[in-house]
């Protein structure tokens, strides 16, 4: 190996690269979620961060989702799943008939509309239903309700979710991603939207806001410069740019 392997010649100094390589391989491995190896590639559960300047509120009727190429991304993963018949058919059911309901309302429903409190009794009975079939089930994985009840049961997690109660989801999830019955990428995206409604910057850039005014702006991202790395690591394509940046973001 060269002996200038390692060195700039520019002004940034000596050690430059080790130091970049150790910052990414402890993005890679990640620390512990839950008490647990979260493994290689994973989201480490979301920490207190330092105040950067204004950070969007999560208030009241904010509407957030997962980026359009992300959800697809997930969609894909479950299809590549073996397609089997699953064990409880009225689970999917259930299950995809409530993340109709819960996506439909936000499809219909506008930002100023006065249906606010409507919408957080419905969220709240589907939290519920999903808070049971968690209870008594585990984390329902595409061998109880196949890929399309799985799927459901994470759209539920993401529309209707609390922050504690994805903080359960991603200590649960664990058992079923080492099984193999649960899409990885699944815990990227419960994390990311666990970290917008505990009011810290989120791991991959999976979520943006929804709301017509703001339609398409990223929530503010956890180092940046290293989501890509990050996002590679879950199965995601990079971002295609931070926009707006996290210094653009403004309080709404």
């Not at 089997?84 to 259930?94: E, G």
Request: aromatic residues 4%; positive net charge.
């Amino acid at each position: 190996m060269s002996a200038d392997f390692g060195r700039c010649p520019g002004p940034c100094g000596k050690g430059w690269i080790r130091r970049l390589l150790v910052r990414s391989a402890r993005t890679v491995t990640g620390p512990v979620c839950g008490g647990e190896p979260v493994g290689r590639g994973a989201a480490p559960a979301a920490r207190a961060v330092e105040p950067r300047g204004p950070e969007p509120a999560v208030a009241t009727g904010d509407l957030w989702e997962v980026r359009p190429d992300d959800w697809a991304a997930a969609r894909a993963a479950c299809r590549r799943l073996p397609d089997r018949q699953p064990l409880n058919p009225a689970l999917v059911t259930d299950l995809t008939g409530r993340a109709q309901s819960a996506r439909a309302w936000r499809v219909t429903a506008k930002d100023d509309d006065g249906t606010t409190s409507a919408r957080a009794a419905l969220d709240a009975s589907h939290l519920l239903a999903l808070r049971r079939i968690v209870q008594v089930h585990g984390w329902p994985g595409y061998r109880l309700v196949g890929s399309e009840g799985s799927l459901a049961a994470l759209e539920l997690a993401l529309l209707c979710g609390t922050g504690p109660f994805l903080r359960r989801l991603l200590r649960l999830i664990e058992v079923p991603l080492r099984t193999g019955d649960v899409a990885p990428l699944f815990r990227t995206l419960l994390h990311d939207r666990a970290c917008v409604l505990d009011g810290q910057r989120q791991w991959s850039g999976t979520q943006q806001h929804a709301g017509a005014a703001r339609r398409g702006a990223l929530w503010p991202v956890e180092e940046p410069d290293l989501v890509d790395l990050r996002r590679g690591a879950a199965g995601l394509r990079p971002l295609p740019r931070l926009t707006p940046t996290p210094a653009e973001l403004t309080p709404f």
